[in-house]
């Protein structure tokens, strides 16, 4: 049974997810696969999801209705970060971008939503603000917002929403020029956010002491994708490097 939230500022503790006590020091693995690949398959990424899950990992972030419900089936009691990515020609906004992409993520069996949070048309002109509200007042939904500045993500607390991650720095128009991890905007966004509003470090995270540098500049928690689900990208980047070196010279062991 859903809880029901009442008008107002999200209280995470009444939503059933975890507050920035419980989030500290988190970790949550960002559990998907590029299209085309067989890792796609809901059961081996629900493998994946407990895998990491049974050695440490706070939650996942899972990627469609399918897999979501793949991994609520195997791991019941899972904290799972939703979000389904669907393209519009109109739009370049692709997590969650609207309300029909958050309901069906909700039903699923997210316990926490996330949704593209920055101010880029939506497809369809469906605004943040209504989708924001719409969640709270009609599905009791907390939402991740998935941010690229520091202003976006201070004005997505305002709206209500319950986690702010800086997910999208390096892959919006705005930010192309930059790569993730978004160091430049933890601390400010840690001074600026509301004390009770969770900051999670996304995007980029490519070893465990980045991610240690990142709960030292002031995020709650890190998800981390490809440097520990992402077996297509991970072995596409050691053959291409591999492939830049000469071949060893031939040896002898007779």
Same mark, same amino acid.
Not at 72 to 82: E, K, W, Y
Not at 142 to 152: E, G, I, K, T
């Given at each position: 049974m859903r809880p029901t939230i009442s008008p107002g500022l999200p209280d995470t503790a009444a939503m059933g997810i975890p507050d920035r006590s419980r989030l500290a020091g988190g970790l949550i693995v960002s559990?998907?696969?590029?299209?085309g690949s067989p890792l796609r398959e809901p059961l081996v990424?629900?493998?994946?999801?407990?895998?990491?899950?049974?050695?440490?990992a706070l939650g996942v972030r899972l990627e469609s209705p399918e897999h979501i419900g793949a991994v609520?089936?195997?791991?019941?009691?899972?904290?799972?970060?939703?979000l389904w990515k669907r393209t519009w020609p109109e739009s370049a906004v692709y997590i969650t971008p609207g309300w029909e992409e958050i309901r069906a993520v909700w039903a699923a069996g997210a316990d926490v939503v996330a949704i593209? !949070?920055?101010?880029?048309?939506?497809?369809?002109?469906?605004?943040?603000?209504?989708?924001v509200r719409r969640c709270r007042e009609e599905?009791?939904?907390?939402?991740? !917002?998935?941010?690229?500045?520091? !202003?976006?993500?201070?004005?997505?607390?305002?709206?209500?929403?319950?986690w702010v991650g800086t997910t999208l720095y390096g892959y919006?128009?705005?930010?192309? !020029?930059?790569?993730?991890?978004?160091?430049?905007?933890?601390?400010?966004?840690?001074?600026q956010l509301p004390q009770h509003v969770p900051l999670i470090?996304?995007?980029?995270?490519?070893?465990?002491?980045?991610?240690?540098?990142?709960?030292?500049a002031g995020a709650d928690a890190v998800v981390v994708g490809t440097a520990i689900t992402g077996v297509d990208l991970q072995v596409s980047a050691y053959v291409r490097?591999?492939?830049?070196?000469?071949?060893?010279?031939?040896?002898?062991?007779?």
């Open positions: 559990v998907q696969a590029p299209p990424i629900a493998a994946m999801a407990e895998a990491s899950l049974s050695r440490g609520r089936s195997r791991c019941p009691g899972a904290l799972i970060v939703g593209d !949070a920055t101010e880029r048309p939506r497809p369809g002109g469906e605004r943040l603000e209504d989708l599905l009791g939904a907390p939402l991740m !917002a998935d941010v690229d500045s520091v !202003a976006q993500g201070v004005q997505a607390a305002q709206l209500g929403c319950s919006t128009e705005a930010t192309a !020029a930059h790569a993730p991890p978004a160091w430049e905007l933890l601390k400010p966004l840690r001074r470090c996304e995007g980029g995270i490519a070893s465990a002491c980045e991610a240690a540098r990142a709960l030292k490097a591999m492939g830049t070196l000469p071949a060893p010279e031939a040896q002898s062991f007779l």
